[in-house]
């Protein structure tokens, strides 16, 4: 397939209209694939009025969206977009007087950010606007469940922890509760990079990187890119609910190494919109 060239408008920026459910967490997707090369996007919420006053442009949204729906009907595409389930998403490309144009559809909202960021990883800007080379298609995940299994000394994505990699779990966490919770939003960057929707962490909880409020941070994060975090959580070994520290939920005993027979991090997916 031939590049999707989407040529810069007047200003030298390209046009890319997107929905905006979660704040900003769409456009940070795309620049942060895009962060090396030199970027200029012009950041429009994705509507009718912006579909009909814009030339050439990227759009982005989920399957439900009003637009989605109406486009994907008059391109011929309203099958395939009503097909789309959780963490399934569509690229296509449509031609416009002013030139190329992708639109981009995701099942759900992790899946919105997986299109974001697959295309982002295909594209770079060069004197005609922004080139696409991924090609058109349906992603469609083989599991409904795909997690990410981590324990918090384990995890170093972010440069600036001091702490080894080990295969320990007695480690005292040496960092603060800022690069903990700076740790796991790049892990949950990396998930969706990974088509990842479910992060589970033992030892989210403790005193050591910031407690409850360190943890919900986390959780606000990985919500809003469509990701869930399911804590892992040891009767045994890891303490309980609340790993190290003086908490009503954390076992204050300890056990020396036993086998994490009843150790379980169980998984039911939520109910979406409670």
């Known amino acids: 397939m031939e590049p999707v060239i989407i040529p810069a408008n007047m200003d030298g920026n390209v046009d890319f209209l997107i929905q905006s459910r979660q704040g900003d967490t769409g456009p940070r997707t795309v620049m942060r694939r895009m962060a090396p090369r030199r970027v200029r996007f012009n950041w429009l919420p994705l509507s009718e009025y912006t579909y009909r006053e814009s030339g050439a442009f990227a759009l982005a949204g989920l399957s439900d969206h009003r637009l989605i729906r109406l486009l994907a009907r008059e391109l011929g595409w309203e099958r395939e977009v009503r097909r789309l389930g959780p963490g399934s ?36 800007f060069g004197h005609e606007g922004l080139v696409y080379r991924g090609g058109e298609r349906v992603e469609t995940p083989v599991f409904k469940v795909r997690a990410y299994w981590h324990n918090d000394t384990r995890t170093r994505w972010n440069p600036d922890c001091r702490f080894p990699v080990s295969y320990t779990c007695l480690l005292d966490y040496p960092e603060d509760a800022e690069k903990f919770v700076n740790n796991f939003k790049r892990v949950v960057d990396g998930m969706v990079d990974y088509r990842r929707n479910m992060l589970s962490i033992f030892g989210f909880v403790r005193s050591e990187h910031g ?34 520290g003086r908490h009503p939920f954390n076992r204050g005993t300890k056990t020396g190494f036993v086998l994490m027979i009843t150790d379980f991090c169980g998984y039911v997916p939520p109910a979406r919109g409670t």
């Open 211 to 244: 407690g409850v409020e360190a943890s919900q941070e986390i959780c606000r994060y990985a919500r809003a890119h469509g990701i869930d975090v399911v804590p892992g959580v040891g009767t045994h070994f890891y303490g309980g609910p609340w790993y190290r």
């Open 89 to 124: 998403y569509m690229i296509r490309r449509f031609k416009r007087k002013k030139g190329d144009c992708l639109m981009l559809v995701g099942g759900d909202l992790a899946a919105f950010h997986y299109a974001l960021s697959d295309v982002a990883g295909w594209s770079e």
